[in-house]
Protein backbone atom coordinates (compact mmCIF):
# COMPACT_ATOMS: atom_id res chain seq x y z
CA UNK A 1 0.00 0.00 0.00
CA UNK A 2 1.54 3.82 -0.89
CA UNK A 3 -0.01 7.10 -0.63
CA UNK A 4 1.08 8.59 -3.99
CA UNK A 5 3.30 10.78 -2.78
CA UNK A 6 6.69 10.70 -4.30
CA UNK A 7 9.94 9.90 -2.26
CA UNK A 8 12.37 10.72 -5.27
CA UNK A 9 12.44 10.51 -8.75
CA UNK A 10 14.71 7.32 -9.91
CA UNK A 11 16.22 6.22 -13.20
CA UNK A 12 16.42 3.01 -15.40
CA UNK A 13 20.33 1.92 -15.31
CA UNK A 14 19.07 -1.32 -17.24
CA UNK A 15 15.95 -2.83 -18.91
CA UNK A 16 17.06 -6.86 -19.40
CA UNK A 17 14.25 -8.70 -21.52
CA UNK A 18 13.43 -11.94 -20.43
CA UNK A 19 11.24 -15.15 -21.11
CA UNK A 20 8.41 -13.39 -19.27
CA UNK A 21 9.05 -10.08 -18.66
CA UNK A 22 11.60 -7.22 -17.91
CA UNK A 23 14.29 -7.04 -15.09
CA UNK A 24 14.66 -3.47 -14.54
CA UNK A 25 17.83 -1.72 -12.50
CA UNK A 26 16.56 1.45 -10.99
CA UNK A 27 18.91 3.86 -9.66
CA UNK A 28 17.78 5.80 -6.86
CA UNK A 29 20.80 7.74 -5.43
CA UNK A 30 19.55 9.37 -1.73
CA UNK A 31 17.97 5.47 -1.10
CA UNK A 32 19.27 3.79 1.25
CA UNK A 33 19.95 -0.05 0.29
CA UNK A 34 16.22 -1.41 0.33
CA UNK A 35 15.02 -4.82 1.98
CA UNK A 36 14.63 -7.80 -0.60
CA UNK A 37 10.98 -8.48 -0.62
CA UNK A 38 10.13 -5.47 0.24
CA UNK A 39 7.40 -3.10 -2.56
CA UNK A 40 8.20 -0.36 -4.20
CA UNK A 41 6.16 1.68 -6.32
CA UNK A 42 8.04 2.61 -9.85
CA UNK A 43 5.77 4.93 -11.52
CA UNK A 44 2.78 3.77 -9.82
CA UNK A 45 3.38 0.11 -10.36
CA UNK A 46 3.74 -2.06 -7.12
CA UNK A 47 7.02 -4.05 -7.21
CA UNK A 48 9.15 -6.65 -5.61
CA UNK A 49 12.91 -5.16 -4.36
CA UNK A 50 14.89 -8.56 -5.86
CA UNK A 51 18.78 -7.24 -5.38
CA UNK A 52 19.54 -3.93 -3.87
CA UNK A 53 22.20 -2.09 -2.21
CA UNK A 54 22.77 2.03 -1.54
CA UNK A 55 21.11 4.06 -4.14
CA UNK A 56 20.20 1.02 -6.17
CA UNK A 57 17.27 -1.92 -6.53
CA UNK A 58 16.57 -4.34 -9.34
CA UNK A 59 12.73 -5.55 -9.81
CA UNK A 60 10.68 -7.60 -12.34
CA UNK A 61 8.31 -6.47 -14.62
CA UNK A 62 5.68 -9.52 -16.11
CA UNK A 63 4.93 -9.26 -19.64
CA UNK A 64 1.42 -8.69 -18.31
CA UNK A 65 2.25 -5.34 -16.25
CA UNK A 66 4.47 -4.59 -19.14
CA UNK A 67 1.17 -4.71 -21.79
CA UNK A 68 -1.50 -2.77 -19.59
CA UNK A 69 0.96 0.23 -18.27
CA UNK A 70 3.65 2.36 -19.66
CA UNK A 71 6.29 0.62 -18.27
CA UNK A 72 6.76 -1.92 -21.20
CA UNK A 73 8.05 1.92 -22.65
CA UNK A 74 11.17 2.62 -20.29
CA UNK A 75 14.63 2.03 -21.42
CA UNK A 76 17.75 3.03 -19.44
CA UNK A 77 17.80 6.72 -18.99
CA UNK A 78 13.98 6.81 -18.32
CA UNK A 79 13.14 8.32 -15.28
CA UNK A 80 10.63 7.07 -12.96
CA UNK A 81 8.86 8.11 -10.03
CA UNK A 82 9.67 5.95 -6.82
CA UNK A 83 7.91 5.10 -3.33
CA UNK A 84 8.42 2.85 -0.42
CA UNK A 85 5.64 0.88 0.89
CA UNK A 86 3.53 2.55 3.30
CA UNK A 87 4.02 1.54 6.82
CA UNK A 88 2.02 1.10 9.68
CA UNK A 89 1.23 4.38 12.05
CA UNK A 90 3.38 6.85 9.08
CA UNK A 91 0.85 10.29 7.77
CA UNK A 92 -1.35 9.73 4.74
CA UNK A 93 -0.56 12.86 3.31
CA UNK A 94 -2.19 11.37 -0.33
CA UNK A 95 -4.68 8.75 -0.32
CA UNK A 96 -4.62 4.96 -0.13
CA UNK A 97 -2.87 3.63 -3.39
CA UNK A 98 -2.01 0.21 -4.10
CA UNK A 99 0.31 0.03 -7.04
CA UNK A 100 -2.32 -2.05 -9.21
CA UNK A 101 -2.53 0.49 -12.36
CA UNK A 102 -5.78 0.17 -13.77
CA UNK A 103 -5.11 1.49 -17.30
CA UNK A 104 -3.07 4.02 -19.25
CA UNK A 105 -4.54 6.98 -20.11
CA UNK A 106 -3.56 9.91 -22.23
CA UNK A 107 -2.66 13.49 -21.77
CA UNK A 108 -4.43 15.49 -24.41
CA UNK A 109 -3.92 19.39 -22.81
CA UNK A 110 -1.47 20.84 -20.49
CA UNK A 111 -2.15 24.57 -19.75
CA UNK A 112 0.53 26.31 -17.52
CA UNK A 113 -0.09 29.42 -15.37
CA UNK A 114 2.15 30.79 -12.86
CA UNK A 115 0.67 28.80 -10.16
CA UNK A 116 -0.27 25.34 -11.68
CA UNK A 117 -0.44 23.69 -14.68
CA UNK A 118 -3.62 22.56 -15.62
CA UNK A 119 -3.22 18.74 -16.86
CA UNK A 120 -6.65 17.36 -19.18
CA UNK A 121 -6.42 13.53 -19.01
CA UNK A 122 -8.62 10.99 -21.88
CA UNK A 123 -9.60 8.49 -19.80
CA UNK A 124 -10.00 4.91 -20.90
CA UNK A 125 -13.58 3.98 -21.19
CA UNK A 126 -13.63 1.82 -18.68
CA UNK A 127 -12.06 3.46 -16.07
CA UNK A 128 -14.46 7.03 -16.63
CA UNK A 129 -17.41 5.80 -14.04
CA UNK A 130 -14.74 5.55 -11.55
CA UNK A 131 -13.61 9.35 -11.87
CA UNK A 132 -15.81 12.33 -9.96
CA UNK A 133 -14.99 15.61 -9.28
CA UNK A 134 -12.77 16.38 -6.32
CA UNK A 135 -11.95 12.28 -6.07
CA UNK A 136 -9.02 11.04 -6.22
CA UNK A 137 -6.96 9.31 -9.25
CA UNK A 138 -3.22 8.27 -9.06
CA UNK A 139 -1.24 9.36 -11.76
CA UNK A 140 2.15 7.36 -12.55
CA UNK A 141 2.30 7.23 -9.15
CA UNK A 142 1.07 10.40 -7.75
CA UNK A 143 -2.01 11.04 -5.81
CA UNK A 144 -4.25 14.04 -7.54
CA UNK A 145 -6.99 15.79 -6.93
CA UNK A 146 -9.66 16.00 -9.22
CA UNK A 147 -11.29 18.58 -10.99
CA UNK A 148 -13.19 18.65 -14.35
CA UNK A 149 -14.51 15.83 -15.28
CA UNK A 150 -16.52 15.32 -18.72
CA UNK A 151 -17.32 11.77 -19.99
CA UNK A 152 -14.00 10.33 -20.64
CA UNK A 153 -11.66 13.60 -20.27
CA UNK A 154 -10.69 14.72 -16.57
CA UNK A 155 -8.44 17.31 -15.66
CA UNK A 156 -5.62 17.06 -12.42
CA UNK A 157 -3.55 20.23 -11.35
CA UNK A 158 0.23 20.30 -11.05
CA UNK A 159 1.50 22.56 -8.12
CA UNK A 160 5.42 23.96 -8.90
CA UNK A 161 6.01 21.46 -5.77
CA UNK A 162 4.75 18.69 -7.98
CA UNK A 163 6.60 19.45 -11.37
CA UNK A 164 9.73 19.73 -9.45
CA UNK A 165 9.87 16.59 -7.26
CA UNK A 166 8.18 13.73 -9.90
CA UNK A 167 8.62 13.34 -13.71
CA UNK A 168 5.80 15.14 -14.03
CA UNK A 169 7.74 17.89 -15.73
CA UNK A 170 8.79 15.70 -18.47
CA UNK A 171 4.72 15.44 -19.59
CA UNK A 172 4.24 16.45 -23.13
CA UNK A 173 0.64 16.62 -24.73
CA UNK A 174 0.14 12.77 -26.21
CA UNK A 175 2.43 11.63 -23.43
CA UNK A 176 0.87 8.30 -21.83
CA UNK A 177 0.33 7.78 -18.05
CA UNK A 178 -0.20 5.06 -15.75
CA UNK A 179 -3.64 5.50 -13.61
CA UNK A 180 -5.15 3.61 -10.94
CA UNK A 181 -8.89 4.62 -9.77
CA UNK A 182 -9.70 5.53 -6.47
CA UNK A 183 -10.15 1.68 -3.93
CA UNK A 184 -13.30 3.72 -2.39
CA UNK A 185 -14.85 4.27 -5.92
CA UNK A 186 -13.90 1.33 -7.46
CA UNK A 187 -15.32 -0.92 -4.16
CA UNK A 188 -19.02 1.49 -4.04
CA UNK A 189 -19.07 0.70 -7.97
CA UNK A 190 -18.92 -3.41 -7.33
CA UNK A 191 -21.81 -3.48 -4.53
CA UNK A 192 -24.03 -1.45 -6.92
CA UNK A 193 -23.54 -4.37 -9.32
CA UNK A 194 -23.53 -6.94 -7.21
CA UNK A 195 -27.14 -9.00 -7.42
CA UNK A 196 -25.54 -11.61 -4.92
Not at 23 to 32: E, V
Not at 33 to 39: F, P, T
Not at 95 to 105: E, I, M, Q, S, T
Amino acid sequence: MFTGLVETVGTVGGAVKEPLGMLFTILAPPWPALEVGSSVSVSGVCHTVLESRAGQFTARSMDETLRRTTLGSLAPGSRVNLERSLRMGAEIGGHLVAGHVDGVGRLTRLEASPTETRAELELPEDLARYVAPKGSICVDGVSLTVGEVAGRRASVYLIPHTLAVTVASDYREGSEVNLEVDLIARYVARLMEYKG
